[in-house]
């Protein structure tokens, strides 16, 4: 006998298809619609005071509200016009394999599991591996973010260059454009605040290893014990990219673990024009990298590789009895022996589907593009004596700020927020702000391929024009007071 929900799950399948098609649409036709929404009028209300309900709802009903009110209010990070954080547009491919692999549901733990699911990841750690210039030791897995591959990687340095008496005077070196991620793993896995140094930067915002130097070795004479740097390849605020070369060569001079947080720029390394700018990555320990930042897969598809993949598993590895029936070892390590999930999704399987589909030289000019077109961006702002560029074009990532000589300086923090705020209530565009140098600047993250030359020139053109009414706006609010 078939149940109640049977007969509805069956009926919804209806709505799915209905549900595909529009959003395969929404897709095509991105660059007509804005990009941010605000919520249908009392719609939030709606959904704080709605109840779950003992019969189910009609499917129609919950999917188109699902659509309208659930999913669409928001910024679209897909749009070729948001340049407010650094994730990549997502591949149509990419949902395809996320929909198969939550269809399909595989348990991705061990390889009895979901045999084909774990040969697949396998093969894409050693082909990334491969790229990052690992050894044949080299492994890794696939997470659920860069949070989570740091966190990882930096577990598996602890139990590798520590004991658990020598543990209280550790010192893990980070610089001032370190991701957040990175101080939060080290607090989790047991270190407090002051076991962590953050280094300055040179100009490019880059890790300054003479102060990473000089701080390991005042670190050194007051007794305490240096077991890490975690350097970077592109950071969050202007893309920059740590010196691999120097940094290595401190970490052996001193026996550390080297870290690369690379969960944006890794990708670098399927671009000819780009690999380049990540020599020395190869010297590194570990490396995390997230693919939902810029190859184009939807949220969470990070890995984190190793340079001795039994770093790994003397961190992780655990074998309790209702576990070994499914853990023989005979097709080497399981998953959940790599890291902190035992239960875990197949989220290589999308990635795969992607690179099948599309080949590796798709990605190579998707980034190749967005360097580009920060680089063209860049011209357009430096023919104005309006705009001073704080960091220049790296790796899609631009910053730049508004600096109205008509106003004390000690006003263009301000007025760079409002600029900011007054272009993306336009709904054409989306530029947030960052600090850097404790100046408030305007950041730009151009990564989505779609994103073309006019889209950029009518950018700035549309930034120049908000610039003079915030002025001229600014001043008569003057005179009004005075």
Known sequence: MRTLAYEKEKQAGQWIK?????AIDGYQNIKETPVFREPSPGSLEKLETMEIPAEGRPAREVLDEMIHDVYAPGTSIQHPRCFSCIPSPVSVYSWMGDILTNAYDRHAGCWMNAQGAALVERRLIQWMCGLAGYPKTAGGLFVSGGSMANLTALTAARDRCLTKENRARAVAYVSSQTHSSVAKGLRIIGFYPEQIRAIPTDRLFRMDVLALQ???????????LPFAVIATAGTTNTGSIDPFHEISRICREYHMWMHVDGAFGASLLLSKKGRSRLSG??????????AHKWLRQTY?????????????TAAFSAHPEYLKDAD?????DNFWDLGPELTRPARALKLWLTLQMTGTKSMEEMIDHGCEMAEFTESLLRRSSRWEIISPAQQGIINF???PGQFPSSQWDLLNQQLSQTVNKTGYVQILTTELDGKKVLRMCILNPETDESDLTNTVRLLNETAEQLSRQTILDRCASS
């Open 18 to 22: 209905e549900f595909v098609d529009s």
């Open 214 to 224: 000089k701080t390991i070795e005042e670190d050194l004479k007051n007794g305490l």
């Open 328 to 332: 023989d070892g005979s097709v080497g």
């Open 281 to 290: 990555i190869e010297l590194s320990d570990s490396i995390s990298w997230d």
């Open 401 to 403: 700020r508004w600096v």
């Open 300 to 312: 969470g598809c990070s890995m984190v590789l190793v340079r001795d993949v039994s770093a790994l």
